[in-house]
Nanobody, 125 residues
Framework: QVQLVESGGGLVEAGGSLRLSCAGSGRALRNYAMGWFRQAPGKEREFVAAITWNSGNTYHEDSVKGRFTISRDNAKNSVYLQMNNLEPEDAAVYYC??????????????????WGQGTQVTVSS
């Protein structure tokens, strides 16, 4: 079992940057593929980005391609989401999640077994 804690959210102006971190404890994160999801008020949780256990494969949702980058450091048991050129539409609670099928990229929330509590990202226009 793994516990996940996100950090790095906050208020930023449109065009600005934030770097989200997800720290794991318990079972090592190298045993998991990792994903970032987000949920805005009144909307369903949506996929943002995912990375396999060894960083061999990453995938980003179309609306964030070229602006967001997922990465991981297994030695630090952490996963990151670098977010550049933020837009008001990016405002949401961002969640990291762990998938025990660590070789795959999944965009489906129900395939992730463990979730953090989320970190709020607010983008002012």
């Amino acid at each position: 079992q793994v516990q996940l804690v996100e950090s790095g959210g906050g208020l930023v102006e449109a065009g600005g940057s934030l770097r989200l971190s997800c720290a794991g404890s318990g079972r090592a994160l190298r045993n998991y593929a990792m994903g970032w999801f987000r949920q805005a008020p009144g909307k369903e949780r949506e996929f943002v980005a995912a990375i396999t256990w060894n960083s061999g494969n990453t995938y980003h949702e179309d609306s964030v391609k070229g602006r967001f980058t997922i990465s991981r450091d297994n030695a630090k048991n952490s996963v990151y989401l670098q977010m550049n050129n933020l837009e008001p539409e990016d405002a949401a609670v961002y969640y990291c999640a762990a998938d025990a099928a660590n070789w795959r990229i999944s965009t489906v929330a129900r395939e992730y077994e463990y979730w953090g509590q989320g970190t709020q990202v607010t983008v002012s226009s």
